[in-house]
């Protein structure tokens, strides 16, 4: 079987997925307004008081720049701004830099990198930023690296804040796990399979389906609950809060404790075996 | 003490075999069984063990071990800490008939360790017990052991993969009913809290009309076992059923980066969890 990047692997599963993050359609749109009035809410946060006067900030996962664009348009109308986006997708981040060219009026720094390797790639930020619900793309391992490079990255008084809705309690109590998810947009009629369950790393591999074309993606997803993901900030960050959005939650987290470095995470050797009992 | 009231009352309610003639003697002849084949791991390495079993109820789980360890020609000092002071006399007693010498038992709270045991090899949480501990108590009680474990130190968990078994497999199974020694118990779903990931449940004896509220959080087994290297170096996961959907989760040699304290802190500085209750500002009453 070909071995496919983790970029190759993220721009098919975008590329099925109706995710709405076209700056120039109307839902791209609407979602870039309410990204900008979730965060104009979110600058009277007490753990925004003390933001340099120059904020670096870096959105993580940016794909086409929506969150960290809104949040540098909000923030520069206090102080400068200086924005770097990462994104493991070179189209996503071409259009980024063109979308925070015509907002901004400045040219964003972009890097394409692999998140859990934040720390290597760019150092003291003051505002890391993950929007757009990109958690379930973690299992608990990686996000225990992502927290320790996020903290490496970030300056002693730096932030992090996460976009989330809680999967545990939306897909396993209120709507219950389906096994089967259609979805329909235009002529296309997208099937979301379950595939198995891996118990090492506790994600349910799902498959994309387009019914028109056959094509098929795999997707790995982690339903995350909104405890378990800030009681982990919790263990790399001093301080931590949970602020309601609309129909999302941020969770915040300040001053990481840098207690545990990236490179003190060996992952156990029944995840480098392959073979993750999926069923 | 109305914590140890809560258990005595949760557990005289639940349908947990602690009776050590039928259900409770088989609980432990596999748990026996399965530690055999675990002793010879590398994380526990040693011959003198200094094992604690952590909420050890009636001690089946550190009896076991204790016993398995004896067998392979190590030496071992058992201790069984739990709430209950009538689960740890039911230990003493089993102890001496199982191993010869009778356990060292101490009633406590497991949030207390640190102050209520001195150093220890090897700290045993046995019987899915983790499920009472939502993912911020879980990190407090992976801090509080870390801190009586020696720097080479192993602590065990026994799990079961609940977002597979409860959430994937049996999601329906939120209200059933179960009869225990004539009594039939019924155990409801309350109710969900995100800023903890608790679901409370109610058990009422339909025939007594007693009842008792407890609290689940419903642990995989990959978030259970990467919250626990946040705490320890190195971690194992050993298969118990052969799908691996129960196993023993290893964590060893402790990082002792995060102390109790310091975790704590956060709490007294912000008082957030209160505010995160209100932020949310709902409660899914279902």
Known sequence: MEHESKEEVLERIYSLHPWPDDLHSTEGRRRYEEAREI???????????????????LDLLSGR???????????????????????????????????????????????????????????????????????PHFDPWEAVILLASVGEALKDTGLLVVEAVDMRYNVFYLRGYKEVLPSFREDEVLLDLHKGYDI???????????????????LDVYFWGLAEFLALMWLFFEEVDLVRGKGTYLLLARKPRRKIGPSELKLPSFLREGDHGAR | MALADDMNKLYSLMPWPEDLGGAGRRRYESAVNFFRGLVDHPFLAGGEVRLLDLMGGVGIGGIALARALREAGRHVELTVLDLREDALSVARDFSVRELGIEARTIVGDAFRVRELVDEVDVVLIH???????????SSLLFSA????????GTLLIHHIDQVYWELYIHPQIDTYAYFKRGDVVLSLKASYDPATGYIERIICSLITGEQARYHVYQWGMAGMAALMWVFFEEIDMVPISEDGTVAMLLGHRPRGVLEPDDLEATFRREEFLTDI??????????
């Open chain 1, 39 to 57: 965060f104009s809410q979110l600058l009277d946060h007490p753990f925004l008081s003390e933001l340099p006067d120059n904020v670096r900030l």
């Open chain 1, 65 to 135: 720049g929506i969150g960290g664009v809104a949040m540098a348009k909000v923030i520069s109308a206090k102080k400068s701004v200086s924005l770097t986006l990462m994104d493991l997708r070179a189209n996503a981040l071409k259009s980024a830099r063109e979308f925070a060219l015509e907002e901004l009026g400045s040219e964003p720094e972009t890097v394409k990198g692999d998140a859990l390797a934040t720390h290597e790639l760019v150092r003291d930020v003051d505002v890391v930023l993950m929007y757009g619900l990109s958690l």
């Open chain 1, 200 to 218: 090492k790393r506790g994600i349910f591999r799902r498959a994309l389906v387009s019914v028109r074309t056959g094509e098929t993606v795999d």
């Open chain 2, 127 to 137: 019987g899915v017990t983790m499920p009472h501990f939502d993912p911020w108590r």
């Open chain 2, 145 to 152: 052991i870390s801190s009586v474990l020696t720097q080479n």
């Open chain 2, 277 to 286: 209750r209100e932020a949310l500002g709902w409660k899914d009453e279902s």
